[in-house]
């Protein structure tokens, strides 16, 4: 079955150290998204890429960094200079110029 | 620059009570909408979206909502819920003359909590 795979579901970092989520996707979509939930802000956009090797920042991009290597992956970095990195993270993916999102089943990162 | 308002961030009501879930956008270019369900600790799902033609659209679980220009409003309901219905309800927008990745923006969210 086609879908989006967010591994680790649970994922626990100390202060300051880096940590990389990983999104990978078989549906054959162009686009993907990161996107960070966190309670009573309902989600905000962290990073998207159109195509292989460009990604553009999104709302909230300071101190996460993305790459785009290949079509079916997007993974996302949590810098050390993410203040406050504890939250709910959701990666999606599109076709272009098409109005269907499918979500992952998110990342629940929390500094310890 | 485009926004989504929901007005409740918790709806709590009765198992086979009706619900309206409410949503404001502001937006000065066309736009296009969406409602997204959300289960705990899971990912969004569609529920249904209002891309052009009839304003009212459906889901296949009894949910419909109504696209209303002159309020900027896209309110979501059921006649009647069901336990399964708790869940977190997020709406967003886009615009249509957005090309290549649509970029979807959301609400804050809306907790809806069926009691027996």
């Known amino acids: 079955d086609g879908g989006i795979t967010q591994s680790p579901k649970y994922l626990f970092r100390k202060e300051g150290q880096n940590v990389t989520l990983s999104c990978e996707q078989n549906?054959?979509?162009?686009?993907m998204y990161w996107y960070r939930q966190d309670p009573g802000q309902g989600l905000r956009l962290i990073y998207y890429s159109q195509i292989v090797n460009d990604f553009q920042k999104g709302d909230i991009a300071e101190g996460y960094s993305v790459s785009r290597e290949k079509k079916e992956s997007f993974p996302l970095t949590v810098t050390s200079a993410q203040k406050n990195p504890t939250a709910f993270y959701l990666c999606?993916?599109?076709?272009?110029?098409?109005?269907?999102?499918?979500f992952g089943s998110g990342t629940r990162l929390t500094v310890v | 620059a485009q926004s989504v308002t929901q007005l409740d961030s918790q709806v709590p009501v009765f198992e086979e009570a009706p619900v309206e879930l409410r949503c404001n956008y502001s937006s000065s270019v066309s736009v296009y909408l969406f409602w997204y369900v959300q289960y705990p600790n899971q990912g969004l799902q569609l529920l249904l979206k209002y891309l052009s033609g009839s304003t009212l659209v459906e889901s296949i679980n009894g949910f419909e909502a109504e696209f209303n220009k002159s309020q900027t409003s896209f309110h979501l309901r059921k006649p009647s819920v069901h336990i399964s219905d708790t869940a977190e309800y997020f709406c967003a927008v886009t615009s249509p003359r957005t090309q290549g990745a649509q970029k979807l923006v959301f609400g804050q969210g809306t907790r809806l909590t069926i009691n027996p």
């Open positions: 999606a993916s599109s076709m272009l110029n098409n109005y269907g999102y499918t």
């Open positions: 549906l054959n979509h162009d686009a």
